[in-house]
């Protein structure tokens, strides 16, 4: 293993963009066309894991290949018709992503999104040159799982506690405690007394990021 610098494990959604609501558009659009309503507090407590683990909660039932197929193609495709529009960088994270890449600090998305969304919101917004690698967990065991975050870590040749995880959601701090690693937690999807379980919390990223890895050593 490489120790000499940390590295960053980014969640996307809630934690680099602001898509909270623009994931629930897309969903609800989904599941009116396949006459299914989604009830936005089971969609609050889940938001931030894979559609695996999403659309039987959402439908209340577990769906058949076809079924499960239909409703994710026509979600994602909405999804990415709307997510320039609606979808919005959270305010500092430019900063903060321009000041680890000076550092030289490894970072990845490592997303629950399918891969395509994430190369598409990064493409649109300008982000893509900021990461060393991208990582979907569309396909593998949801969070509060942690293979995301190793899978990420792996990648990057760092222990799990040389790696910091940078989430929205409770299903993604516990993901990666599960890890072994630490977590900053931002609450644009969640109130902060929902994310009590991560190392430090912030409203956004416009505190600069050396302050806020110093304050949590």
């Not at 293993?1 to 494990?9: D, Y």
Request: glycine fraction near 4%; hydrophobic fraction near 45%; charge should be negative.
């Amino acid at each position: 293993m490489i120790e000499m610098t940390p590295a960053f494990l980014w969640d996307m959604d809630g934690t680099l963009f602001d898509s909270k609501e623009t994931h629930f558009i897309s969903w609800q659009h989904a599941l009116q066309m396949h006459g299914y309503t989604l009830d936005r507090q089971i969609y609050n407590a889940n938001f931030g894991r894979n559609n695996r683990a999403n659309v039987p909660l959402f439908l209340g039932f577990e769906p058949e290949p076809d079924l499960y197929d239909t409703i994710v193609e026509t979600k994602e495709c909405v999804f990415r018709q709307i997510a320039a529009e609606s979808a919005s960088l959270v305010p500092g994270v430019q900063s903060w992503l321009t000041t680890a890449r000076n550092a030289h600090i490894p970072q990845v998305v490592a997303s629950s999104a399918p891969m395509v969304n994430i190369e598409t919101l990064l493409a649109e917004f300008g982000l893509i040159s900021f990461f060393d690698h991208l990582i979907s967990g569309e396909d593998m065991p949801a969070k509060p799982e942690p293979d995301i975050f190793l899978a990420a870590a792996q990648i990057v040749q760092r222990a799990p506690d040389h790696c910091w995880v940078i989430e929205d959601s409770l299903p993604g701090i516990m993901a990666a405690k599960n890890a072994g690693m630490r977590c900053i937690a931002v609450a644009t999807s969640h109130p902060a007394s929902e994310l009590s379980m991560a190392d430090v919390i912030l409203a956004d990223f416009t505190t600069p990021l050396a302050k806020v890895i110093s304050l949590s050593d």
